[in-house]
Structure formats: C-alpha cells, structure tokens
C-alpha cells in the first residue's frame, strides 16, 4: 500500500482516531521515508486498547484486532507526541527511528539511514545546539567547493554564526539557484560572528593531492576567522585541530553552519572562475565553473591548456602527455 491506500484504509476503521497512533511502515510511508507496505501497524493506550470489542471484525482488514495479529495493536509504542497527517496520528520519525532500532533487523539498516537523515534534515541546528550544551560558543561550519574542476583553486570557507541566527530556506550551496546563493552570501557575511575563507592554487593541488589540499583550505579558513572558532564541524572531513571537530555526513544539508560555509566557498570560488572566463571566454568557464564539460574538454583539444589547468587531472594529464609525446 502506498500513501494513498493507506488513507483510504484507515477510513474504513470504526476506530477513534484521535485515540491510536498509525506506526511502523504506514507511519513510514506517510512521512516519504518508504513507498510502500503490505500491513498498517496501530498502537493505543492500555484503555483504549481494553475497551475495544475484540470479536468485530474491522474494515479493510478482515482480522480480529488481536496483539500480534494481522497487525499490532498495544499501549507498548503509543505517545502523545504525534504528527497528525490527513487528521490521523502518526508516530513522529524520532520515536519510529527508536522502534526500527530496537528491532535490529538487518534489513532496515537503510532505512535508520533515512529515518536519521531526514530528522536531520528537518532541524539543521541541532549539532550546533548540542556544541553549545557541551559549553563552546564559537562553532565553525566548514566546507569546501572546487574538488572537481579540471581549472583553478579549491576554496574552503569556515562561518561562526550567532545563536540566534536565521536565514529561512538556507541550504547547500549546491541546491541553490545562483541568485539565491549570492542573496544568502551577503546575509551570511551580514550576520556571522566572523567567516575566514581558505584558497589553494591549482599548482599546489598538483604538488600534494586534492585531499590534501582540501584539508590546507579549510585550516586556512579556520585560521582567517577573527575570532576563531573553539569548535568545528565539517562535511565529512576529518581535520587534525586543536580544537575539537566532528565530522558529519552531508553535513552541508544537516547543519546549518556548513551549509553558510558551502554558500561563502561557492560563490567566492565561482566569482573567480567567472573572472577567468573574461581572458578565456573559449573554455565557457562562466557555465561550467571548471568542471569537465563536452565544451570544456573540446576547447582543451582545440586551444590547449592555460596556466591555471591541473596538471594531474585525468584529461589535462592526458593533453600535457600527447603534446611531449
């Protein structure tokens, strides 16, 4: 049963519905966490549940309402904190997340993955919150853009913002259109404690790596913030500080620091880009910011390569080899 189906089955229940809560897979799916489920787990009170007649047969289901039966029915997961969807009841994701772990079934390995994103999702501040509850006050977002491009520097950049910040609609950078980044680049820069940005040249990425380079952008940026943060959070990145760092898996999309710091690399890197597009309009830098596009690769193998390619990237590599060949 999809979204849908389960709606219209729950009409078909003579049940209270402001007396049960819809959990397990149809609270899943409900909430866009799976597509579908064969059954529609319930759980109520002790008094509710001792109150209903257990000899009538219900709607859709054509089964006695019994504890693990057709489906579970019982005070052991009902709550009082709900969301209510189509004015039914719903066990909220953080209490489903806590039921599909204290199953410990194999198979749902994936999807405590999605649980756990999506509660992210839904409140990006909550690992600031948690820093601050440990006692720090300056909590650095790092990220870094320009991994990728066959041309130009990898950019970090480390934001500190105050407690009360808010910024309705903020996100990674890479989800936002380019007039919404540079409207949300000024408002960062407006409201930050302080933000530090971190550059490491083409040349450099050929000397020690893009990892390696991507760690020196964002301890570069780390050091350019005035005042420094005494705690960092980074997309994914593990750093060798003197302060603590926690990394976090898509960290750009589940803290709200990380997702300014995205926004402040991504549009400084880009300005560049679009500068260097000014003396090599050919390469169509303006549009593919570096990357390797057809027209990208095509100008590489008409005009050659400028200064500012990477020399150990896959298809300059392979042009700077042919041409000494």
């Known amino acids: 049963m999809k979204k849908k189906e389960i709606l219209e089955k729950l009409k078909e229940l003579p049940l209270e ?16 966490i799976k597509s579908e489920t064969d059954d529609i787990d ?61 199953e410990k079934r194999d198979q749902d390995k994936s999807i405590i993955k999605k ?23 300056l909590i650095g977002g790092v990220d870094e853009v320009g991994r990728g491009p066959l041309v130009g520097p990898v950019v970090a950049a480390c934001v500190i913002l105050p407690e009360d910040f808010a910024l309705d609609g903020l996100t990674d950078s890479k989800k936002l259109s380019e007039k919404k980044r540079d409207y949300y680049f000024e408002e960062i820069k407006k409201q930050a404690i302080s933000y530090g940005i971190g550059i490491i040249s083409e040349k450099r990425i050929d ?14 940026a780390i050091n350019n913030c005035n005042p420094k943060p005494d705690y960092v959070l980074t997309d994914a990145m593990k750093l060798d500080l ?31 880009l679009y500068e260097l597009d ?14 390797p596009t057809k027209k990208h690769l095509d100008a590489i193998q008409k005009y050659g390569i400028i200064e500012e390619h990477r020399r150990s990237y896959g298809p300059v590599k392979d042009y700077v080899e042919k041409s000494v060949n």
């Open 278 to 291: 000014k003396k090599y309009p050919m390469y169509d830098f303006k549009n593919n910011v570096g990357y």
């Open 115 to 137: 649980i756990q994103l999506k509660i992210d999702l839904e409140d990006t501040y909550q690992n600031e919150r948690e820093a601050r509850k440990e006692g720090y006050t």
């Open 42 to 102: 319930l759980s109520c009170s002790k008094e509710y549940y001792d109150s209903i007649p257990w000899d009538e047969k219900i709607g859709y289901f054509q089964k006695e309402i019994k504890y693990k039966d057709c489906y579970e029915i019982g005070e052991k997961f009902y709550t009082e904190d709900y969301i209510e969807i189509n004015g039914y009841r719903f066990m909220k994701l953080k209490d489903l997340l806590e039921l599909k772990k204290l």
């Open 207 to 220: 000397e020690i790596n893009i990892y390696e380079a991507t760690k020196e952008a964002m301890i570069e």
């Open 242 to 272: 003197e302060v603590p760092v926690k990394p976090i898996i898509k960290g750009d999309l589940r803290s709200i620091t990380i997702s300014a710091a995205s926004v402040i690399a991504k549009v400084t890197r880009d300005k560049m």
């Open 17 to 32: 519905k402001d007396k049960y809560l819809i959990i397990g897979g149809a609270a899943l799916v409900c909430q866009g």
